[in-house]
């Protein structure tokens, strides 16, 4: 995966978790943990968080990449226990617009629940 591509990744997973208008402190340590293992420094992890509402979410090229992104997703969203609703709206909108159907997305999210 290129910098930029591993970037723009990360900068999806942020614009999630801001995606209810808080970012938790578990949330926050799993991005932490994210962008230490995929090499984002922390300063430019910190801009990240600092303007998550700014974001708009891009989507991958390529369907491995687009199944990697939603289960890593999913993973975020889920570390705090729970789903707030704008966090399941934007992974739900986001499946559709990786060309996931509603089936296919239920699927996957009752995998990621247990």
Do not use: C
Request: proline content about 3%; hydrophobic content about 40%; charged content about 30%.
């Amino acid at each position: 995966m290129t910098d930029t591509t591993r970037i723009e990744h990360f900068r999806n997973l942020v614009s999630l978790v801001a995606a209810d208008g808080k970012i938790q402190d578990t949330e926050k340590a799993a991005l932490s943990k994210i962008a230490y293992e995929q090499g984002i420094p922390l300063d430019r992890f910190n801009v990240m968080l600092q303007k998550a509402n700014e974001y708009k979410y891009l989507i991958p090229q390529n369907q491995k990449e687009r199944e990697k992104q939603l289960g890593e997703m999913i993973e975020v969203a889920m570390v705090d226990g729970e789903f707030a609703p704008a966090e399941l709206d934007l992974i739900g909108m986001v499946a559709g617009k990786l060309g996931f159907s509603r089936e296919d997305f239920d699927v996957i999210l009752k995998k990621y629940k247990g």
